[in-house]
Every structure is written in structure tokens, then in C-alpha cells.
């Protein structure tokens, strides 16, 4: 391992162990500039630095060596000055330095893999509500391309699709470190086919996806209605299936209900391992906020942790949210927080996560996530892949927003309330005992909760 190589691995450690204030504060600006025998000298940027690295955050480094298997007992720190040395930089320090100051990503995401070394099964909580994933994800992460493929990974937001996922790319590379692995979202996978189209090196981006031996692919909702990335996804998919390939994807609801999917992807999607991820209940929220708050080098007393838990619901981003929140506020004033400030620091973040929509917002969301034309859906149109979508409207505005089922008619193109009336009782008997629809309702409220 060069010395670059290894400094990075040893950051990925420390960003995981310590909050990002004090890994921008002491780590930011620190490279190993030498690696002899069995010892190492760290450049940091001042004699501040240099002090605060040495007893502070030296058994962690070395402990971290250790973990890494490197033979490395003795660590020197000197400061290096940067700033008089800018003009003989080459453009490769320059640009080091850019992604420094935007926020050190460099040292987050493997270039190759795009993984993010800060997600792993280690800081994944585990409950009832994502017991299924976590097993399936950790039983590809030993055995890629046998056991489950492709592995479907689906649920809301902020639930920890994109943690479960990246986990099981970081342990396979890891464990295999030989096997290529790419992590994409829908959206830069899209740019890339769209990119390739227009200039014509459509070929290329077939090798090069040929060649990966994990593929994982993020948030693939989005393929909805996207027919050329589809056709190229689904070729992409059937040759490293057939070779044994591993294929992970992610969606926030099931291949079922991904609007405008073609049925070929469909049922390729079918033909593997599906799993979900509902809502955490009350225990994991509180084992999650414990373990983030570990983390960050946090501790709040029960009360507080009980507090969160118990107003934050269905979001463990929120969840994060609010223990960060706390923090700054903490940090700032350098005080412990009670829980009646507590209350009213979160006040704002809770309220706008229940700030009610507007019935426009509700019609947009639908079109937006069933894909449908705005036109078709205030029309008369009797098509399924429309009626649908208009009776879920319609629905949500009964349901969510309590309008009267004359106005709900007038909002949807002028429909009488008779078919309001008839669309709500529709859906809400079809709701008892349809999963599929019930999962993409609870995703359209928690979009407009967020939105
Ligand atoms: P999604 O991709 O489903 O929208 P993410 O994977 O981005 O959600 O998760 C949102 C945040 O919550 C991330 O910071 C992630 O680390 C954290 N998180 C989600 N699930 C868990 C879990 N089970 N244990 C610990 N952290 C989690
Ligand atoms: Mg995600």
C-alpha cells in the first residue's frame, strides 16, 4: 500500500470514529509525506494541529495501523507550510486541494467503486422492520452472484436503502478485493446512457459495464417512464446475470409498482431475492439515535433520546437530523441542552415535516410519481395506468386534506362528486388487502410531508 493509499484508509477510520467539525478542524488539511521502515511522518498544516493530533488523536491512529495490518509503531508529526510552496504545486496538489476544500469527498467515495467507506454493516442498526434486508444484503455481501440475484432492496425514504446497499459493496471489496464493483445511482446511470447516445459511444459504456462484477444500482424508481435507459439497463442486466454477476438494486416501492416499467425488466427484477424496509419501531429508534450519537461523540440523557424517538417516526435521516441539530446548537453555546430546549429547537424541524400540502402539491405528486400526463389525468380518460392514479388523488385529498368530495371533483377536471365519492371508497376498500397500493400511498404522504 503507498502512502497515499494508506493515509486514505486511515481517514475513512477516523471520519467514521470522530463528528465532521472535528475531522474538518484537525484532519483536513494532513497527508502522510513519509513511510520508512516502520515508521510514518504526517504533514499537518500548524504547530496547533500538530499538538492537537498528538494527544489527542494518536491512539486512534495507531490503532487504526494496527487494524490495517501495517507494521507501523512510531508516527511523527511535522508541520508542513503549504502556503509558501503554492507556486511550485503541480495542477494534481491543486486540484487535491479544491476537493479539500469542498468538503474533503475525496477521502469519502472510492474512485473506483464510488463506494462510501462510511457506510458498513457495523454502524447498520438492525430491528424487526429491516431484518429481511439486512439478512439478504448480508448473506450477497458473502456469497456474490449465488445466492440472491438480483437482490431488491425496497422502502421509503431515509430508511437506509443507500446504507444497506453501500455496506454490501464496501464488505465485497473487502473480502474480494479483486472483484470490480460499482455502485451507481439511476441518475448518473441515466447521464451516462444519455451522454453515450449523443456521442455515439453507446459500445463503450457496454465494456464498460461488462466488465463489473457487482453492479449496484440506486433509487431505480426514476427508471419510470425512461424507455432508453431501461432497453440499455436491461441489456446491461442480462449479460452480468448470465454470467453470474451480482446485482443489487434499490427503489422506494416494489418492481410492481414502479409505473411505466417494461414488463421484461419487471419480471427480471421479480426473479430474484425482493425485500423490504418499513418503519423502525420505537426500540430502534432509540438504539439508532445511541449509536449515532456514539458516532458523533454525543450523549444526551434518555429523556431526550425519548423525545426524538418518539415524535420522529419514519425517517432515520430525521432522526440524524435532530441529533445534529442538538449538536450544533451544543457546540455553539457550550452548554447541555435540557429537554425543554430541546423542545423548542425541534419544534421547526418537526412542524415542517407535518406541514400540510396544498391540493395541487397532491395532484403533482401523483403525476409526478405514477408518470402520468397531467392532461390524461383531468380528463375522462378510462385507461387503468390513468384511473388509478386519479382515484389515488382523489383519495389523498379526502384523506389527507379533508376537501369536500364537490371540490375534489372540480380539482381533478370537473368530475361530479359522485365519482370523488365512489373513487375514495375504491381505494380505501382496496387498501385492506392490497400491499402494494398501500406502499405507494404511505410514499406519496411521506413525499408531501417533506416536500
Ligand atoms: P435511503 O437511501 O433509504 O433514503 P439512507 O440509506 O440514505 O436512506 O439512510 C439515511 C440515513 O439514515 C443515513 O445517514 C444512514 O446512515 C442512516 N440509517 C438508515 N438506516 C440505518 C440503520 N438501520 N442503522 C443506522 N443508520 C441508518
Ligand atoms: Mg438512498
Known amino acids: 500500500m503507498d502512502k497515499k493509499e494508506l493515509w486514505q484508509k486511515v481517514l475513512a477510520q477516523i471520519q467514521n470514529k470522530i463528528s465532521s467539525t472535528n475531522f474538518a478542524t484537525w484532519f483536513k488539511k494532513t497527508k502522510i509525506i513519509s513511510k520508512k521502515d ?35 509503531e512510531t508516527i511523527n508529526y511535522t508541520i508542513s507550510n503549504n502556503a509558501n510552496k503554492k507556486n511550485s504545486k503541480n495542477k494534481k496538489d491543486k486540484k487535491a486541494d479544491l476537493i479539500g476544500q469542498l468538503g474533503f469527498q475525496e477521502f469519502k467515495k472510492d474512485k473506483d467503486t464510488n463506494l462510501n467507506f462510511k457506510y458498513n454493516f457495523d454502524n447498520f442498526v438492525v430491528g424487526p422492520f429491516n431484518e429481511l434486508s439486512h439478512a439478504a444484503a448480508s448473506a450477497v455481501s458473502e456469497n456474490p452472484g449465488t445466492v440472491y440475484n438480483p437482490l431488491f432492496i425496497y422502502g421509503g425514504v431515509g430508511l437506509g436503502k443507500t446504507h444497506l446497499l453501500q455496506a454490501i459493496g464496501n ?40 466488465k463489473i462484477d457487482v453492479l449496484i444500482l440506486d433509487d431505480v424508481q426514476f427508471l419510470a417512464g425512461k424507455e432508453k435507459t431501461q432497453e440499455e439497463f436491461f441489456h446491461i442486466f442480462n449479460t452480468l446475470y448470465e454470467k453470474n454477476k451480482q446485482i443489487i438494486i434499490s427503489s422506494d416501492r416494489s418492481p410492481k409498482s414502479i409505473s411505466a416499467l417494461t414488463e421484461r425488466l419487471r419480471s427480471r427484477f421479480e426473479g430474484g431475492m425482493i425485500a423490504d424496509i418499513s418503519y423502525p419501531d420505537y426500540e430502534t429508534r432509540i438504539a439508532i439515535l445511541k449509536t449515532k450519537s456514539k458516532e458523533k461523540d454525543l450523549s444526551f440523557s434518555s429523556e431526550i433520546l425519548d423525545y426524538i424517538a418518539t415524535n420522529i417516526k419514519k425517517n432515520i435521516r430525521e432522526l440524524e437530523g435532530a441529533l445534529n441539530k442538538l449538536s450544533v446548537y451544543q457546540k455553539l453555546n457550550n452548554e447541555e441542552i435540557n429537554l425543554k430546549k430541546v423542545k423548542s429547537l425541534l419544534q421547526n424541524f418537526m412542524q415542517s415535516s407535518r406541514k400540510k400540502a396544498t391540493p395541487q402539491e397532491v395532484i403533482d405528486a401523483v403525476i409526478d410519481f405514477y408518470d402520468v400526463n397531467k392532461n390524461s389525468l383531468l380528463s375522462s380518460c378510462r385507461r387503468q395506468e390513468i384511473v388509478k392514479p386519479r382515484q389515488v388523488a382523489m383519495y389523498l385529498l379526502k384523506n389527507e386534506l379533508k376537501l369536500s368530495y364537490p371540490s375534489i371533483g372540480k380539482k381533478l377536471g370537473g368530475k361530479d362528486h359522485t365519482t370523488a365519492i365512489y373513487a375514495y371508497k375504491k381505494i380505501s376498500k ?15 404522504k411521506q413525499k408531501l410531508a417533506s416536500a
Not at 173 to 190: M, V
Not at 430 to 444: A, F, M, S, V
Request: aromatic share 8%; hydrophobic share 35%.
Open 171 to 210: 464488505k465485497i471489496h473487502k473480502s474480494f478485493p479483486r472483484k470490480k464493483i460499482k455502485y451507481i445511482s439511476l441518475e448518473k446511470f441515466t447521464s451516462e446512457v444519455v451522454s453515450s447516445i449523443r456521442n455515439q459511444k453507446m459500445e463503450n459504456l457496454k465494456i464498460k459495464y461488462r
Open 430 to 444: 382496496k387498501l385492506e388487502d392490497d400491499d402494494n397500493l398501500e406502499g405507494e400511498i404511505t410514499l406519496l
Open 38 to 72: 516502520k515508521c510514518i511522518t504526517i504533514a499537518v498544516p500548524n504547530s496547533f494541529a500538530k499538538e492537537w493530533l498528538k494527544n489527542k488523536y494518536n491512539d486512534d491512529i495507531k490503532k487504526i495501523l494496527e487494524e490495517l495490518e501495517t507494521n507501523i
